[in-house]
């Protein structure tokens, strides 16, 4: 078997997992739900799943740990002519384009089963804590600050990362008929003017 489609068969083996975990606590709950229950709608043996996620827990959020990552490398890589906030920015965008267009209304199912399980939400927001922590380190590098010492990269990072959930809760409170890239750019958009007051 080519490394190629080693890999495709384990993430496709991952998302089965992931999306049996959903559907399986979208029907009963957390608490009706293990990870032997798991492992059988997957059609992989409880040892399998171990390979893949810790626990039951994480098979729910199942936010892979090699993407906690991935907005700061896609922001090292932006053009270097971009100042960090239109570089995160476009990140941001790309990474709201694929989040509403993942297979079977991934998103979509993984908000609410969180949203009805605040357990679940810690556990989400730890995987974007580390993911802000990623991209603090990536915006010193482009600025040529340091974490820590200095507030902008970290500041910029935990900004952002805020914008991105609060396009995330609006997405979810509309049922998902609103345009999650344009909820983003809407978050985006009251950032660059300063957060001012809504007119109502």
Not at 133 to 141: D, P, S
């Amino acid at each position: 078997m080519t490394s190629g489609l080693r890999e495709r068969k384990k993430l496709a083996t991952r998302l089965a997992l992931h999306q049996a975990a959903l559907q399986l606590v979208a029907e009963r709950g957390l608490d009706g739900v293990s990870v032997d229950d798991i492992a059988a709608r997957a059609d992989v043996s409880p040892r399998t799943f171990f390979n893949y996620f810790p626990t039951k827990d994480d098979a729910v959020v199942g936010i892979d740990a090699s993407a906690v990552g991935q907005a700061a490398e896609r922001f090292a890589a932006r053009p270097a002519h971009e100042s960090p906030v239109e570089a995160l920015r476009a990140v941001h965008a790309q990474q709201a384009a694929e989040m509403a267009g993942e297979p079977e209304t991934l998103w979509p199912l993984r908000l609410r089963v969180i949203d009805e399980h605040p357990v679940l939400i810690a556990r989400l927001h730890a995987v974007f804590g580390s993911a802000e922590r990623a991209l603090a380190e990536a915006i010193a590098v482009r600025t040529g600050t340091a974490v820590g010492t200095d507030v902008y990269p970290t500041l910029l990072a935990a900004v952002s990362g805020t914008a991105v959930r609060a396009a995330l809760n609006a997405w979810l409170a509309s049922d998902f008929t609103a345009s999650l890239p344009a909820l983003v750019d809407e978050a985006w958009d009251a950032l660059a003017a300063g957060l001012p007051a809504p007119r109502r």
